[in-house]
């Protein structure tokens, strides 16, 4: 399924790394054109960014390249839960990476291979990534 998202801005400013201090922040789409348990894409600068929200309302930001295959299909992943800690399956070789941080939780490549996660939040009904 695809998710049309109406960014009615743009920016060539990358997005900022979670757990950073943004120098911005992007409206990227309101919160609830996101379908809990799915994911999107949007591009935000020249950084392919998945987006997810959560049935709790959370929300994540993570690259949208898998590391594994370099194919642009992490939005397209399996959202799950691994001992709690909120997750997305790639849909190829069906790697788990944590929402949060963006960490892959399987093998032992799992410190060594992870997605970017990025700075998100939502300010009203607007999702946000952030910007650096």
Do not use: H
């Not at 309101?30 to 959370?58: E, H, I, N």
């Not at 992490?74 to 001992?83: E, F, K, L, N, T």
């Amino acid at each position: 399924m695809t998710t049309r998202l109406d960014a009615t801005t743009t920016t060539t400013a990358a997005p900022a790394p979670a757990g950073t201090e943004p120098t911005g922040w992007l409206t990227v789409c309101p919160v609830d054109r996101l379908q809990p348990g799915r994911g999107a894409a949007a591009l935000v600068g020249d950084t392919q960014v998945a987006l997810f929200r959560l049935a709790d309302g959370s929300v994540y930001a993570l690259g949208n390249i898998d590391p594994f295959t370099g194919a642009a299909v992490v939005s397209r992943g399996i959202v799950g839960d691994r001992g709690g800690e909120p997750t997305v399956a790639s849909p190829l070789y069906k790697q788990v990476f944590a929402l949060r941080d963006g960490r892959c939780l399987d093998g032992a490549d799992g410190d060594a291979v992870s997605l970017p996660a990025f700075a998100v939040r939502v300010m009203g009904d607007a999702l946000q990534v952030g910007l650096r």
